[in-house]
């Protein structure tokens, strides 16, 4: 169909993908994934075949959670998110946009197709427009003690089933270093590969995606880091 459009200089600036809005939660998961990751992700493939590639806009209802009071997510529509934001990653060309609606938003919805901007993650909750935003939280205080600095580390390489606290050596940061006290971390699929043994070359330490505050900096950093800046590192 794109190709036909395409060969008429009829080619869509946007398209809508709407099919994850008819899986319910008690459509069988394996027709779910079909209406659903599946159909979006060949929609997106065709629609990169193409040297002037259409925007994707991919619908869903009760996908996702906005506040205290709103129902619980649709699981089976949820997996599509997923797969929207790997293609905003990594087709920017898509500008995937995930939009999340309700039953009285339908207006706000055609409001939203009709923008150009750069939001990749929109929920619509009776006609309002509620965006996706990291906001500071308040950090719990720590304890007074001190701690002796430490490292997680497998018990044994092959394995992600017992990990252990190693003792780690703290050093000065030499030219171009900077030293970060770890406040929180996250596991990712590399750390997982790593601990598998599946991945060459010295593991990196588990956790290097982290939220930390700035120790120590070394001669000739560039960067616009103070003592007690509390940054994010990937």
Known sequence: LFGELAADGCLPDNVVHAWSLGIGADTP????????????????????????????????????????DDLPPASLQAPVWG??????????????????????????????????GPERDVALRAGHRWLARLQRWPSVAKPTRAVAPWRLVTVRSGTIELFERAPMERKRPGP??????????????????????LCPGDPVPFGAECSCRVLEIGSGVTHVYKKGEIIFRE
């Open 29 to 68: 998961p394996v027709r779910a994934n079909g209406r659903g990751v599946l159909s979006a992700m060949l929609l997106a493939q065709s629609l990169l075949t193409h040297t002037k590639v259409p925007r994707l806009w991919i619908l869903t209802s009760g996908a996702q959670c906005v506040g205290q």
């Open 83 to 116: 797969l929207g934001r790997s293609l905003a990653l990594e087709h920017p060309d898509l500008r995937c946009t995930c939009i999340d609606i309700d039953g009285g938003s339908l207006d706000a919805l055609a409001r939203e197709l009709s923008r150009d």
């Open 176 to 197: 171009g270093e900077v030293e970060i006290e770890v406040e929180a971390s996250c596991l990712n699929v590399m750390d997982v590969l790593y601990a598998l043994g």
